[in-house]
C-alpha cells in the first residue's frame, strides 16, 4: 500500500476514534475480554499482543524495548512551542524515515525504524499511534518502570520534522535546556525524562562496542543510572575516548557527556541527586513528562485515555547499591545541600558489565 493511500485508511480510522471519545465514557468488556474505559480502546489490545510478540521477543525489557522508548524521544522533540518546526509525536520518524535517519543526532535509530514498520504495517494504527503505544508497552516490560499512559488518535504526520531539534551528547547544558524549553520542558522534566536512560546503551557512540550499557542493571527501571553517572570516572569502555562519552566509572559501562554534565550543573545538580534511591520520585516524574512528550503538537481533546492498554510493569523496589567495590568516596556530588543517600555496596569484585544483547 502506498504512503498516501495508507494515510487515507488511517485517516477514516481516526474518525472513529474521534466519535467514539465524544461518545463512550463507562467502561466495556471488549470481544477479547479485556476491560477497558472505552470500546475505542479494544481495537488496542490485539496491537499490543503483537508488538510483544513481534518486537519484544515475548514482553522482554530488551534492545527492542529500549530502542522503543528512544524512539518516541527522538519523534516527539521535532516540536517547537513556537511553531516552525515539525509535529511533535506524530510518528514522522517512522515513515519519513529516509529524511529523518540522515540526522546525526539520529544514528543507531534505523535498526528500531527497521524493526518496527512491517509491525506497524500489521497494525492497522497511525505511525505517531503506533510509536508512541510501541514505547508504552516496550517501556512497561521492564521491571520498576512506571506504567505510561496511552493517549490514543493522532493524525498521519504530514512532512518530515527538520534536523537539530534532538539534543546531541555533545552539546553543552544551556543548548540542551534551550532546546528542550523550545520544545516547552523544564530542567525538572528533563532530568525525569533522563530516566530512561537507566534502560539504554549505546551503538554508535563507539561503534567498535555496539549495546554498552549506560548503569550495570540496563534490563530494570531504577535509579540506579543516577548514581552511576556520579562516580568518578576511570577508563572508557571501548575505542578510547569518542566524542560524547566522559570517562566511565565501570568496565563495559559507557558514561555519557551530556548526562555527566546535568549532573554537575547548578541548574540541574540537585534535581540529579534528588533522584539517587527514590523510585517512587523517578517514577511519577518520569510517567508525568512521558505523557506531555507523547502527545506534543497533538489535539489532545480529540484523543481517547487508552492508558489502561499498556502492561502493568513488574515492581522494583530497591534499595539501589553501589556497584561492588565503589563507595561514597567515589561520588562527585554536586549538590552538597542535599544529604547523599547512605547506600551499601554489593559485595565482591568491581564489575565488568556486558553489553546488551542483539545490539
Ligand atoms: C539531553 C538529552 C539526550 C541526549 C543527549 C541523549 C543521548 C543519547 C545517546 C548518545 C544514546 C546512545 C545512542 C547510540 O549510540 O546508539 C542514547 C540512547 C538512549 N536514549 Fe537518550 N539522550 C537524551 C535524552 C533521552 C530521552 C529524553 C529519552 C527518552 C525519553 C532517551 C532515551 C534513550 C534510550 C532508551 C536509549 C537507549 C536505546 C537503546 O539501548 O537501544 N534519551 N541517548
Redo the contacts with the bound molecule.
Keep these: 500500500m502506498t504512503f498516501a493511500r495508507l494515510s487515507a485508511v488511517l485517516t477514516l480510522a481516526l474518525g472513529a476514534v474521534q466519535s467514539a471519545n465524544a461518545a463512550i465514557t463507562k467502561s466495556v468488556r471488549c470481544a477479547s475480554g479485556h476491560v477497558t474505559a472505552n470500546a475505542a480502546c479494544c481495537a488496542l489490545f490485539p496491537v499490543v499482543d503483537l508488538l510483544q510478540s513481534s518486537l519484544f521477543d515475548g514482553a522482554e525489557c530488551g ?1 527492542e524495548a ?2 522503543a ?2 524512539l ?2 527522538h519523534d516527539a ?1 521535532g516540536f517547537s512551542i513556537h511553531g516552525g518546526k515539525g509535529g511533535g509525536a506524530d510518528g514522522s520518524i517512522l515513515v519519513f524515515n529516509a529524511t529523518e535517519l540522515k540526522f546525526h ?1 539520529n ?2 535509530i534505523d ?2 525504524t527497521a524493526g518496527q514498520f512491517p509491525v506497524f504495517q500489521q497494525s492497522g494504527l497511525t505511525p505517531g499511534d503506533f510509536v508512541h503505544l510501541a514505547a508504552a508497552v516496550g517501556t512497561a516490560n521492564c521491571p520498576g518502570a512506571p506504567r505510561l499512559e496511552f493517549m490514543f488518535g493522532r493524525p498521519p504526520p504530514k512532512a518530515p520534522a527538520p534536523d537539530l531539534t ?4 555533545t ?1 553543552s547544558v544551556t543548548k ?1 535546556l534551550e532546546r ?1 524549553a523550545d520544545a516547552g520542558f523544564a530542567p525538572p522534566e ?1 532530568v525525569a ?5 537507566t ?8 561503534v567498535t562496542i ?2 554498552t ?2 548503569d550495570s542493571t ?1 534490563g530494570t527501571f531504577d535509579t540506579q543510572v543516577f548514581l552511576e553517572v556520579l562516580l568518578k570516572g576511570k577508563s572508557f569502555p571501548g575505542n578510547g575516548s569518542q566524542p ?1 562519552e566522559v570517562l566511565s566509572p565501570l568496565r563495559g559501562e559507557m558514561r ?1 557527556q ?2 555527566f554534565e ?1 549532573s554537575q550543573d547548578p541548574r540541574t545538580a540537585c534535581l540529579w541527586q534528588a533522584m539517587v534511591n527514590d523510585q517512587t520520585r523517578m517514577q511519577t516524574q518520569f510517567k508525568a ?2 505523557a506531555k ?1 507523547q502527545v506534543l503538537g497533538q489535539d489532545v481533546k480529540r484523543m481517547v485515555d487508552c492508558s489502561d492498554v499498556v502492561p502493568v510493569p513488574a515492581t522494583f523496589k530497591g534499595p539501589i547499591k553501589f556497584p561492588a567495590t565503589f563507595s561514597q568516596r567515589d561520588v562527585q556530588q554536586a549538590c552538597p545541600e542535599l544529604r547523599f543517600p547512605t547506600l551499601q555496596t554489593v559485595a565482591g569484585p568491581a564489575p565488568t558489565i556486558p553489553p ?1 544483547p542483539g ?1
Aim: a negative charge.
Design positions: 534492545e529500549h530502542s522508548l528512544r518516541s524521544f522533540i543526532a544514528g543507531g535498526d528500531i534532538v539534543p546531541e551528547p552539546d540542551i528542550f528533563i525524562l533522563l530516566s530512561s536512560h534502560i539504554a546503551a549505546a551503538d554508535v557512540v563507539d555496539p549495546g550499557p549506560f540496563v560524547g555519557l551530556s548526562d546535568l513528562a512521558m512528550l546488551v545490539s
